[in-house]
Antibody, heavy 121, light 110 residues
Framework: DVQLVESGGGSAQPGRSLRLSCAASGFTFDDYAMHWVRQAPGKGLEWVSGISWNGARMGYADSVKGRFTISRDNAKNSLYLQLNSLRPEDTAFYYC??????????????WGQGILVSVSS | QSVLTQPPSVSAAPGQKVTISCSGSSSNIGNNYVSWYQQLPGTAPKLLIYDNNKPPSGIPDRFSGSKSGTSATLGITGLQTGDEADYYCATWDSSLSVVVFGGGTKLTLL
């Protein structure tokens, strides 16, 4: 069975950094693009970033461009999201999601359970 | 303000049919596949429909999708209480090179 398990969330002050990880299992990790999608409490889904199967292509939402960095380690079946210069509006549940394809366009066919990032002073 | 426009809420009685619309533009829905997701309260989103009208394995045939021009529609027939959830459309935006989601539609059974 496909499993995506996020870790690394928690509380941070504005301007600080966090690093999210997503451990993947149950599929051939390096065959698929991966994404991060977030959801602020009580709000809708917002795509944050995606990375192609080999890491050659990455995309970011305008709201995080220049502050967040996506990466992957295919040898470790892991996806990462480095969150720098955090803002209160970055407070959300962050989901790791597997693409059905090796490039960035959706859909995402499997999702992790999500992890909360809370940014406040 | 989402790039894709969905009605905030829809409602219908158990056993009835409901449709949820998703409106975009030529740079997103008009030239890319649409997918739909169901998010039950307190859970992660689940893929319902991909490539406009294809259900993944295990999705009941009560759920269907269609696309025409720059709009897409999710249809749900034989509504059940377990269908009460938030529904989101998504696609790729070729001009922005980003994934875009609709604002979500809350389905309530009367």
């Amino acid at each position: 069975d496909v499993q995506l398990v996020e870790s690394g969330g928690g509380s941070a002050q504005p301007g600080r950094s966090l690093r999210l990880s997503c451990a993947a299992s149950g599929f051939t990790f390096d065959d698929y693009a991966m994404h991060w999608v977030r959801q602020a409490p009580g709000k809708g889904l917002e795509w944050v970033s995606g990375i192609s199967w080999n890491g050659a292509r990455m995309g970011y939402a305008d709201s995080v461009k220049g502050r967040f960095t996506i990466s992957r380690d295919n040898a470790k079946n892991s996806l990462y999201l480095q969150l720098n210069s955090l803002r209160p509006e970055d407070t959300a549940f962050y989901y790791c999601a597997k693409s059905r394809d090796y490039e960035l366009p959706p859909p995402c066919d499997y999702w992790g359970q999500g992890i909360l990032v809370s940014v406040s002073s | 303000q989402s790039v894709l426009t969905q009605p905030p809420s829809v409602s219908a009685a158990p056993g009835q049919k409901v449709t949820i619309s998703c409106s975009g533009s030529s740079s997103n829905i008009g030239n890319n596949y649409v997918s739909w997701y169901q998010q039950l309260p307190g859970t992660a989103p689940k893929l319902l429909i991909y490539d406009n009208n294809k259900p993944p394995s295990g999705i009941p045939d009560r759920f269907s999708g269609s696309k025409s021009g720059t709009s897409a529609t999710l249809g749900i027939t034989g509504l059940q209480t377990g269908d009460e959830a938030d529904y989101y459309c998504a696609t790729w935006d070729s001009s922005l090179s980003v994934v875009v989601f609709g604002g979500g539609t809350k389905l309530t059974l009367l």
